[in-house]
């Protein structure tokens, strides 16, 4: 793990900047654009394992490997999403924005976007796209 990933930690257990947020209107209206801003989904292992889909355009990241990276570049901007647009991904957006990418929360997280009922793709299937794997069976 990255070394500037300690301060990670350390942010998201204490007191954080005003995060910048966006609503999931206004990103429903940029997924599929070429405005559409790097979408990372840093949600805990366990809720991931628990419901694993990811919102359109999204990539599933551990924040373990967020250091040795290049998930958003300082040219292109980055929402993150956990699971309730709470203290992780506003932990991860200001580590983004302190390394000069401009970096968003996703208003209520992965759960928000979940109970609005928009579309999701299981990871299985976009992985399958992806890789061009045969499904089992």
Same mark, same amino acid.
């Given at each position: 793990?990255?070394? $500037?990933?300690? #301060?990670?930690?350390?942010?998201?257990?204490?007191?954080?900047?005003?995060?910048?947020? %966006?609503? !999931? =209107?206004?990103?429903?209206?940029? !997924?599929?654009?070429?405005?559409?801003?790097?979408? !990372? $989904?840093?949600? +805990? &292992? $366990?809720?991931? =394992?628990? =419901?694993?889909?990811?919102?359109? @355009?999204?990539?599933?990241?551990? %924040? /373990?490997?967020?250091?040795?990276?290049?998930?958003?570049?300082?040219?292109?901007?980055? *929402?993150?999403?956990? #699971? #309730?647009?709470?203290?992780?991904?506003?932990?991860? +957006?200001?580590?983004?924005?302190?390394?000069?990418?401009? +970096? /968003?929360?996703? &208003?209520?997280?992965? &759960? +928000?976007?979940?109970?609005?009922?928009?579309?999701? *793709?299981?990871? @299985?299937?976009?992985?399958? @796209? %992806?890789?061009? %794997?045969?499904?089992?069976?």
């Amino acid at each position: 793990m990255s070394q $500037d990933l300690g #301060h990670l930690y350390v942010l998201t257990c204490g007191a954080l900047p005003a995060p910048n947020i %966006i609503s !999931i =209107d206004k990103l429903v209206r940029l !997924i599929g654009t070429s405005r559409c801003p790097t979408l !990372i $989904d840093v949600r +805990a &292992e $366990d809720a991931f =394992d628990a =419901d694993p889909r990811l919102i359109p @355009s999204s990539h599933h990241s551990m %924040i /373990e490997t967020l250091g040795g990276s290049s998930e958003a570049r300082e040219s292109q901007p980055a *929402v993150v999403i956990c #699971h #309730h647009g709470g203290s992780l991904s506003q932990g991860v +957006a200001a580590w983004f924005r302190a390394r000069g990418v401009p +970096a /968003e929360v996703l &208003e209520g997280g992965f &759960e +928000a976007w979940r109970q609005a009922r928009l579309p999701l *793709v299981p990871v @299985s299937n976009f992985l399958r @796209s %992806i890789l061009k %794997i045969e499904p089992y069976g």
